[in-house]
């Protein structure tokens, strides 16, 4: 397991923490990997009934770590080899519930994973966003479908294409979120309903979202988004975007075809 994920079991509920604060939570192949593991064990473990998914420090997670993704960018390896897809895959499969505690921002994957979470608690000030388009890439973990589903066409190409961000209670009126409560109670409140989930029937609450759920269309969305993601993380527009994060200045984009 990376050092930066933890996982406590209790009750039935298995907690997962993003535990990278100085950093944001932004997310490496060694945490991915790290959650990748949790997951997958999760399924196949009766002691787990439920999952939930939440971060130290005053941010869910500021998205993919930049660093990793530029030593990406220069490398061969198809993006499948990742452990990023992975962990998506075992998000698609997964077939027990997974509840989030969102406090502070989720950026990117931080937001997108939340599209395959059950149940979401979101701070009232949080700050959820998807800014792929802003560091030239394109949707991932199953987002193009997902994010549209929830929250309508219009709204989710404005989110994809301008990456501002929306407010913990924006959130819940747009379907994104369950609940939206003050920061300070964003952690209890999710670990009750983990814990009133937890005390249903287990096998009636995997079948339901297996019924709720494609899994297997799931997998194979991402892997067509894991193709457009993966030919635009080695793009012009991307490293230039990438420097440009980096260098703390606008990317520009005007010399690129």
């Not at 959820?128 to 890439?137: E, M, R």
């Not at 079948?207 to 993601?229: I, N, S, V, Y």
Request: glycine share 6%; charged share 25%; aromatic share 6%.
């Amino acid at each position: 397991m990376s050092e930066h994920i933890r996982t406590q079991l209790a009750d039935g509920v298995l907690t997962l923490t993003l535990d990278r604060a100085d950093k944001k939570n932004a997310i490496t192949q060694a945490m991915y990997s790290a959650l990748s593991e949790a997951v997958e064990q999760a399924r196949t473990d009766d002691a787990v009934r439920v999952l939930l998914l939440r971060a130290e420090g005053d941010s869910f997670s500021a998205g993919n770590d930049i660093g990793d993704f530029i030593a990406i960018g220069s490398q061969t390896e198809q993006p499948f080899d990742m452990s990023v897809f992975r962990f998506l895959k075992a998000l698609a499969d997964l077939d027990k519930p997974l509840v989030a505690a969102v406090k502070g921002r989720a950026v990117g994957i931080g937001l997108t994973m939340l599209l395959h979470c059950d149940l979401v608690v979101v701070a009232e000030d949080a700050l959820l966003s998807v800014p792929f388009v802003n560091l030239a890439l394109a949707p991932e973990a199953a987002s193009s479908l997902l994010l549209p589903a929830v929250i309508g066409h219009q709204r989710a190409f404005e989110m994809f294409a301008l990456g501002e961000p929306l407010d913990g209670k924006t959130a819940v009126a747009w379907g994104l979120a369950n609940r939206a409560v003050p920061a300070d109670q964003v952690e209890a409140t999710a670990a009750d309903l983990a814990a009133r989930v937890a005390a249903r029937a287990p096998n009636s609450l995997r079948k339901t979202k297996r019924l709720m759920r494609d899994a297997e269309g799931l997998w194979t969305l991402m892997q067509r988004e894991g193709e457009a993601f993966g030919s635009q993380m080695k793009s012009p527009e991307a490293m230039e975007a990438f420097m440009a994060f980096t260098q703390k200045r606008a990317p520009d984009f005007s010399k690129l075809g």
